[in-house]
């Protein structure tokens, strides 16, 4: 401490007093600190969020400025859930959704139960691993295009190589029964890296001393395998679940640079049907009772969800 | 190792579970591969049947590799007469890659400025996000804040929403605004949607940092202010760091809005990239080349940078 007067004073001085004194108080801090984020979420997220529950409600179309948009109320809702086309492109998501899931769970698993297995260099063929799941969606689905390219893809090549059969007979993305296989594909090369990431964290979150304990009691690997690891991984599991559950139902620019939702709409996704909705047939309205739909499934089966996992947690 | 422990597999396991993982990882990489490759290949090479794969090889399964996917890539070019070509010997070497096929080039394509606009709207979102997000994150972290576990709730849950649903009223507003195809527009916006993982990872890593270090300090006589930043951001800063990798990289990487929201003056690589076109369909070497200049930083960053990456994404993903 120096000797200067003022120092001394300050030194003196109890610290709830110097605060008031020489700085902002806490809570003019906090609020300070939060203020910028609140409004930049509400400029850009919640204002949005009414405006498109208002439009949702009228027959706005943003290419014709000068008309002045009619309250049709109900009628947008009442046409989306009634229009067949979009219980296509639901079950055209629910598809995507449910095989992505599956194999990213099933491989992704297998990986972090493998790489868990402490082998020399795993930390640097991890990284490779999870290489796919940092790039651009869109650009990893517009470079699969080419891979899919029947007669010169490398993926025709190489299914022609093993399977024997010629390599122009199939296309991936042009025919109607492999589309759908074609972009779940994809996602599960992008994606069953942030799986096996998360699986990864779960294995080594359970200590060595409950296995050590187990194998004092002479339990079975088998055993081991499904009364410790299943039920001590399984909460995070359900967590990358539920995170590539959310993700894979807001898919838009890796499947619309793949397929841009065809061959017909067999791989149009609800954000590709919504994309055309809006910024094609330009129906603002109606596009924007069509989003605050999908936003109320999201939420709601996303909630439905985190009650059933923190049930599982509680175990 | 020196302790025996009965957890620890058997030699073979390990060899097993390696030669499995390391199948995988090279199968994997292949794709990323290939495109690597296609970037330096002729048009003619990049769609032979069967695929050409051995560099500088004459066999059949061989090609002559050349730069003229970039020179396509970074250039645009028009067809010449022989009389001009004959007339005017090429300027360098990407004239005359390009003379082969009576062409000429005639200026730089847009692929230098959609680059250019990536990374300025990618760090300067990232900028903002990870400053408003410290802010923040410091608050939740260490003041009472009223409803504060509803706020971050509702930070977080803005992130399910798809991004053709916000992009609507966005477009609307933008208009308006005049921000639509701005860069500022879209700084914002990706700020917007980065800020709400910014502040949840942050809050957590300023968490772990004691509250102690603070106190002492403000027992010093250091104002609240002068402590936050003496003190707390110092050791947040690997923290930090990491934060800001993640937010660069969805920056970097997203399309949905780019596409929607610009469409000349701040558009960024990724909406650009697959509309390069060659003679007689899309330019696949250009293309090819456009996306390895795109993807490598990426790639880079991700080896380097590899233990912060890999706690975020856990990390982030089970705190939630």
């Not at chain 2, 923290?239 to 596409?259: D, H």
Request: with cysteine; charged share 15%; aromatic share 14%.
């Amino acid at each position: 401490m120096s000797d200067k007067t003022a120092d001394r004073v300050a030194a003196a001085t109890p610290t709830h007093i110097a605060r008031k004194v020489r700085g902002l108080s806490d809570r003019a801090i906090a609020w300070i600190f939060v203020a910028p984020t609140i409004f930049l979420l509400l400029a850009i997220n919640i204002f949005p969020l009414i405006w498109t529950i208002r439009l949702s409600f009228t027959n706005y179309k943003a290419n014709r400025i000068n008309r002045e948009p009619e309250w049709i109320g109900f009628r947008n809702y009442e046409r989306i859930l009634t229009d067949s086309d979009i219980w296509l492109n639901m079950q055209a998501t629910a598809h995507f959704l449910f095989w992505t899931i599956f194999f990213q769970v099933l491989i992704g698993f297998t990986l972090a139960w493998l790489i868990n297995k402490k082998f020399k260099g795993n930390d640097l063929w991890t990284t490779i691993i999870v290489l796919p799941m940092m790039l651009s969606p869109a650009v990893v689905g517009n470079f699969w295009k080419f891979l899919y390219q029947p007669q010169i893809g490398l993926f025709n090549y190489i299914i022609a190589f093993f399977t024997g059969k010629d390599p122009s007979s199939f296309e991936m993305l042009g025919s109607v029964d492999l589309a759908p296989w074609s972009i779940v594909i994809v996602d599960t090369w992008m994606w069953t890296p942030f799986v096996m990431l998360i699986c990864l964290a779960g294995l080594r979150s359970i200590p060595d001393y409950i296995y050590e304990a187990a194998e004092i009691d002479r339990a079975s690997k088998l055993r081991q395998f499904f009364t410790i690891m299943i039920p001590m991984v399984l909460p995070f599991l359900m967590l990358a679940v539920l995170f590539r559950g959310i993700e894979n139902f807001k898919m838009f620019d890796l499947v619309v640079q793949l397929t841009g939702g065809g061959p017909g709409s067999t791989t149009e996704l609800t954000s590709i049907n919504l994309k055309r909705e809006a910024f094609e047939k330009w129906r603002t309205g109606y596009a924007s009772a069509y989003a605050i739909i999908l936003f109320v499934t999201v939420f709601g089966l996303a909630s439905i969800y985190v009650k059933a996992l923190n049930k599982v947690k509680e175990r | 190792m020196s302790s025996f422990s009965i957890t620890e597999p058997s030699n073979r396991t390990k060899w097993f579970a390696g030669t499995l993982v390391i199948a995988y990882a090279l199968i994997t990489m292949m794709p990323l591969v290939w495109i690597g490759l296609t970037g330096f290949k002729s048009p003619a090479d990049a769609i032979s049947y069967p695929p050409k794969y051995i560099i500088g090889s004459d066999s059949e399964a061989g090609f002559q590799p050349t730069l003229e996917g970039y020179v396509n890539l970074f250039t645009t070019r028009t067809r010449q007469t022989e009389e001009f070509l004959a007339n005017n010997p090429p300027e360098n070497w990407a004239d005359e890659i390009v003379r082969q096929y009576d062409m000429v080039i005639v200026g730089p394509s847009k692929f230098g400025e959609r680059f250019l606009n990536s990374v300025i709207i990618g760090f300067g979102s990232t900028f903002l996000s990870v400053f408003l997000g410290t802010l923040a994150a410091y608050a939740f972290s260490r003041f009472k804040i009223p409803l504060a576990d509803d706020l971050l709730f509702f930070i977080l849950s803005t992130r399910m929403m798809p991004p053709i649903a916000v992009a609507i009223p966005i477009f609307l507003m933008y208009r308006n605004l005049g921000l639509s195809d701005t860069h500022l527009g879209m700084i914002l916006l990706y700020t917007a949607v980065n800020i709400s993982l910014a502040v949840w990872l942050l809050k957590g890593f300023i968490d772990e940092i004691p509250r102690e270090y603070e106190e002492a300090a403000l027992i010093d006589g250091y104002t609240r202010f002068q402590a936050f930043y003496k003190v707390v951001l110092p050791q947040a800063a690997t923290g930090i760091a990491s934060t800001a990798i993640f937010c660069l990289i969805f920056a970097w990487n997203e399309y949905a809005f780019a596409v929607l929201l610009t469409t000349a003056n701040a558009q960024t690589a990724p909406p650009f990239i697959p509309t390069i076109i060659g003679i007689g369909g899309l330019d696949w070497p250009a293309i090819a080349a456009g996306v390895t200049i795109f993807v490598l930083p990426v790639m880079i960053f991700t080896i380097l940078l590899r233990k912060h990456l890999l706690r975020g994404i856990t990390f982030g993903a089970v705190r939630k």
